[in-house]
């Protein structure tokens, strides 16, 4: 069992940067590959960033390579996405989850086992 806690999101105007931490609980954190996900009012969760267990694969959305990064620190238990140069549509919920297969990475939410509480991200033009 891993629990999730999601911070750093906040208010921000376009073109600022925000970087959001993922705080997981328990000793098995580095099992889990993680990833970032967004859900904007009346769309689907997607996935804009994934990160495999030891950190070496990553994955990216089209639309925020270049502009995120998504890191670990496994000795912190804690999960971080970088995101630079923000535009008005990424204003979202974003989550962190966790994985436990033993992919990579996995793209479709449902594939992934723990879920934060999300954290709001709105950044106005």
């Known amino acids: 069992q891993v629990q999730l806690v999601e911070s750093g999101g906040g208010l921000v105007q376009a073109g600022d940067s925000l970087r959001l931490s993922c705080a997981a609980s328990?000793?098995?954190?580095?099992?889990?590959?993680m990833g970032w996900f967004r859900q904007a009012p009346g769309k689907e969760r997607e996935c804009v960033a994934a990160?495999?267990?030891?950190?070496?694969?990553?994955y990216y959305t089209t639309s925020v390579k270049g502009r995120f990064t998504i890191s670990r620190d496994n000795a912190q238990n804690t999960v971080y996405l970088q995101m630079n140069s923000l535009k008005p549509d990424y204003t979202a919920v974003y989550y962190c989850?966790?994985?436990?297969?033993?992919?990579?990475?996995?793209?479709?939410?449902?594939?992934?086992?723990?879920w934060g509480q999300g954290t709001h991200v709105t950044v106005s033009s």
């Open positions: 989850a966790a994985d436990s297969s033993h992919s990579d990475y996995q793209l479709p939410p449902s594939l992934y086992d723990f």
């Open positions: 328990g000793r098995t954190f580095s099992s889990y590959a």
């Open positions: 990160l495999s267990r030891n950190g070496d694969s990553t």
